[in-house]
């Protein structure tokens, strides 16, 4: 689904933490929001998923205006940096949270809901772990589990917030490769935050810089490589 | 032993006689201070036998005493429960300016004399109080009332749960309940399947201190009560009616009542803290 952010902006205190920034988001697209931290890349990822309010401007998903729809209606999925998960739950039920909150018809029934857990316990290569709770699990694994649980409801975008930051650079490599992965056969359009310039290079077809609430370039990475559109992008990536 | 122990105690260094008299000495302030006050209190209780101990507990008015503090914990404990996750909620969970105003009012029954508590409210209700005329054209009694005392009883038990929950909400942040959002659970949703598992044992720790409050309390209530017997009298009230018209063994039996919640108390306290103090421990107790 397309996603368009047009001329955001967000205030904090004084502060202005994002100040009119618009992008424009392909269907299908894999996009990094890369920058130093304050840049305000996390603020503007909250903001696309509902989780945070703008003071103006305006967010589309697929031509819809969905900047006053509340954070459950946006049909989005979204992984914390620190995964959230719900500790007092086994995998199998914090995967199959969003399923089990659903109202009335809509709801999947148990078997259904267990065949969904199993599904994605799949995808994300988790197999037999149902009956685990967080603690029990590795940082790896545990972000596979906030991955799945956020996929459990089949949502057309997928937002991601420093999802490898927590992780060993051998975890952080096998789990790149797995969410493009998933990213690509499930048919999602996905933004992930980053601080991590290699990691936004090797994952996204797509980086927006940010610096201090401002778009310095949005382009494919090998572009901004060639041709960095400022003396920030320049610094930044070299 | 472990080798950090181990270097502890060597860094800390007293021979083993200092110990031994400091661990005495602890040992023995604790017997006379704590131990020998409840023992006595159960001894005096059951000096004249089990039979006078239960006839003396079953005279109407300590029984109405009984039935009286019954309810007024019945009604101060779920009521506070339920404000005090209002406000540990709101302070824990959100940023706003005041807020460490707002928490240091939420102490305020700590640290002001429970006595003084009771004065204010006979002050607002009684019959030359704030409301004391608008109450009387109305027909209601609050002060030397069942009402009164329930308000006082509010009042001095309102920060337990809030104390409680407030550290360990905010150990615990915002991502759960955010995630929960995320996933299509409305705000009702989030705070039954989320947010309550995750604080219940801190919760019923502050369940469990406001209602051994709310059975003791004898300052505040003692003021707006008027101490009418068999229909305002409490517990603590009436172990000093008793006491005061030298009934010995009945003021120590209804003591030893109150004694005995205490002693229960403790050991739900201490179990609760021996199974879940990896969740209290973040409250500081």
């Known amino acids: 689904m397309t996603i368009s952010i047009e001329n955001v902006s967000k205030t904090f205190d004084t502060q202005s933490a994002l100040n009119g920034v618009s992008l424009a988001i392909e269907d299908g697209a894999f996009v990094a929001l890369l920058g130093p931290s304050g840049s305000g890349k996390t603020t503007l990822l909250r903001i696309i998923a509902g989780l945070a309010a703008a003071d103006g401007g305006r967010i589309l998903f697929g031509g819809e205006d969905v900047t006053e729809r509340p954070v459950q209606k946006r049909g989005i999925g979204f992984v914390f940096q620190q995964y959230a998960l719900f500790r007092h739950m086994t995998v199998a039920q914090n995967i199959a949270f969003g399923l089990t909150v659903m109202k009335g018809k809509d709801k999947p029934d148990r078997a259904a809901r267990d065949r969904r857990v199993q599904e994605l316990l799949e995808l994300v290569r988790l197999p037999g772990l149902e009956k685990r709770f967080p603690a029990q699990l590795s940082g790896g694994q545990r972000q596979r589990v906030a991955l799945a649980r956020a996929l459990a409801r089949n949502p057309s975008i997928l937002l991601l917030d420093e999802p490898f930051g927590a992780l060993d650079a051998k975890v952080r490599k096998e789990l790149r490769i797995a969410l493009r992965e998933i990213h690509d056969r499930v048919g999602l359009t996905s933004i992930f935050v980053t601080h991590d310039r290699e990691e936004a290079f090797a994952l996204a077809d797509k980086v927006a810089i940010l610096n201090l609430g401002k778009i310095e370039q949005f382009a494919p990475p090998q572009e901004i490589e060639s041709a960095p559109a400022s003396d920030f992008v320049r610094d930044f990536v070299s | ?285």
Not at chain 2, 91 to 101: L, P
Not at chain 2, 197 to 223: C, D, H, K, Q
Not at chain 2, 256 to 277: F, M, N, P, Q, Y
């Open chain 2, 1 to 285: 032993m472990s080798r950090a122990q181990h270097t502890a105690r060597a860094a800390v260094g007293e021979p083993g006689a200092v110990r031994l008299v400091l661990i005495l000495l602890a040992l023995g302030w604790l017997a006379l201070v704590i131990l020998l006050p409840l023992f006595a209190v159960f001894a005096q209780a059951f000096a004249r036998g089990w039979s006078t101990y239960r006839d003396t507990i079953a005279q109407p008015d300590t029984l109405a005493a009984i039935r009286l503090t019954l309810i007024v914990a019945a009604i101060a404990v779920p009521v506070n429960t339920v404000f005090g996750i209002v406000m540990a909620w709101t302070i824990a969970k959100h940023d706003f300016r005041g807020k460490d105003f707002f928490v240091s009012l939420i102490d305020l029954p700590f640290s002001v004399s429970p006595v003084v508590a009771g004065l204010c409210f006979v002050l607002l209700f009684g019959r030359n109080g704030w409301f004391g005329s608008w109450l009387s054209a109305h027909d209601i009694q609050v002060v030397f009332a069942v009402p009164g005392i329930v308000l006082a009883t509010l009042f001095v038990t309102f920060p337990f749960v809030a104390r409680e929950l407030i550290p360990l909400m905010t150990a615990q942040g915002r991502d759960e309940e955010e995630a929960a959002l995320t996933l299509g659970a409305n705000g009702w949703q989030t705070f039954w399947h989320v947010t309550l598992p995750n604080i219940r044992w801190g919760l019923l720790y502050g369940m469990l201190l406001t209602n051994a409050r709310a059975m003791g309390e004898f300052g505040a209530v003692s003021v707006i009560s008027g101490h009418i017997r068999g229909q305002t009298n409490t517990m603590p009230l009436q172990v000093e009616v008793l006491y005061n018209e030298y009934n010995f063994t009945g003021a120590f039996a209804v003591a030893s009542l109150l004694a005995g919640l205490a002693l229960v108390t403790l050991v739900v306290k201490t179990a609760l803290e021996w199974r879940h103090r990896e969740q209290l421990a973040g409250a500081g107790h």
